[in-house]
């Protein structure tokens, strides 16, 4: 197994919750390694785990340069700012939705800060993410334009033969408010391959957590978080470090039946390989102890073992920096693990789909409905037209001198 470089071992170490000796040594650990402050930085940005960094820091108090602690304490009081404005606005919505008779859950955001981490300002989140069931959608849309949202991803542009494509393409539709400056993200489906995990008890077994005194928000019961957490973390390959601090939250405080409980609920939902490859991560980079049955049990899996290297090797990119997206070739691996998450003959065709109509693809070149057979045959030359396009954008931006 590859080592992790000073400044990921520490952005790591600080995300191990909740606070205690354990957290506290590993941090104390890690930082005392040689490493570039700077570096440890853009790798807690680059993650989305400052709030947790500048905790795990401030409680262990490590040798470190004035102008380093004042610019992550500057960030921190930022993220917790846009914490607390999304979480208010949660509380709108979800009275706004309950006025309306329209059921919505909370994805991630807010709710889960509080579930995994007892602290709104802890976690970080760049949008409030709803889901609404594919009958609701539309009254959905007409609920948060009416607030004074509108979308922007897709454009509002573009064909309606375009946004058809689009539809059966995408899980989510993003949208904007000029007001408040806030993102959202509305769903219809949790992920956009429907055979990953069978959701069919997501609405029947919500629960509410509490953002303020009396207000909360509706979201996923306890099982279905747990599948939903794990399969969303290893369809995105694990490529940011907070997904991977939730889980190891939520099982910190769980005794051994209930992990061995939690993983056999998303094993009977079809992501057991999800659940697995989430529980070695948490073993091998926050330094989670497991149930003895499930350690065993996945050590013997090759797949499972092949899955946690590729996640890792996701993560720790650049020394932990870059983003694998950011790569030439950089997806090819993740795309391969996606498709070994299931053995389900279903689940692996429509990844395969996903993988031969683009997006990107469709908003680059409007063909007539007749012709939205072509997409997955000129899928290959638009690639390497982006990329062409891309690198000459590159080479045209003037360089810095040293």
């Keep these: 197994m590859m080592s992790l470089s000073p400044e990921f071992s520490l952005v790591a170490a600080c995300t191990i919750w909740p606070p205690s000796d354990r957290r506290d040594e590993a941090i104390r650990s890690a930082a005392a390694q040689p490493l570039s402050w700077t570096h440890f930085l853009r790798v807690a940005r ?36 846009e914490s607390l404005a999304m979480a208010a606005e949660a509380v709108r919505l979800q009275r706004l939705f309950d006025n309306a008779g329209v059921e919505v859950l909370f994805l991630k955001g807010s709710a889960l800060a509080m579930l995994a981490f007892g602290n709104l300002g802890l976690r970080e989140s760049k949008d409030i993410d709803l889901l609404v069931s594919n009958h609701d959608l539309p009254a959905a849309v007409d609920l948060i334009t009416g607030v004074g949202y509108r979308r922007f991803d897709p454009p509002m542009d573009i064909s309606d033969n375009q946004l058809q494509m689009l539809m059966s393409l995408r899980r989510d539709l993003g949208f904007f408010n000029e007001q408040t400056g806030l993102h959202l993200e509305l769903h219809w489906r949790p992920f956009l391959n429907p055979y990953a995990a069978d959701v069919s008890s997501i609405m029947a077994k919500s629960q509410v957590v509490l953002l303020t005194g009396t207000a909360g928000v509706q979201t996923l019961g306890e099982e279905d978080l747990f599948t939903y957490l794990c399969v969303h973390g290893a369809l995105h390959w694990w490529t940011q470090l907070k997904w991977l601090a939730d889980i190891g939250a939520i099982i910190a405080v769980a005794a051994d039946d209930k992990v061995e409980r939690l993983c056999q609920a998303a094993e009977a939902k079809g992501a057991g390989r999800a659940a697995a490859q989430a529980m070695r991560l948490c073993q091998r980079v926050l ?11 996945y050590a013997h899996s090759t797949t499972v ?86 690198r000459q954008a590159d080479q045209s931006q003037p360089t810095s001198s040293k």
């Excluded at 330094?287 to 049990?297: D, E, K, R, V």
Aim: glycine content about 6%; charged content about 25%.
């Design 46 to 81: 680059r993650h989305r785990v400052v709030g947790l960094v500048h905790d795990g820091l401030d409680r262990t108090k490590p040798d470190m340069a004035p102008e380093i602690a004042r610019e992550l304490s500057s960030q921190t009081t930022a993220r917790v700012l």
């Design 287 to 297: 330094y989670a102890g497991l149930p003895p049955s499930l350690s065993t049990q």
């Design 305 to 390: 073992r092949w899955l946690e290297k590729t996640a890792i090797n996701a993560m720790t990119a650049g020394r932990g920096e870059i983003d694998r997206h950011e790569l030439r070739f950089g997806t090819t691996r993740g795309s391969l693990s996606a498709l070994l998450l299931r053995r389900n003959w279903r689940y692996r065709l429509t990844e395969l789909r996903t993988l031969l109509i683009n997006e990107s693809d469709i908003l680059a070149l409007r063909l007539p409905r007749q012709l939205n057979f072509l997409y997955p045959i000129i899928r290959f030359p638009l690639w390497i037209w982006r990329h062409v396009r891309k």
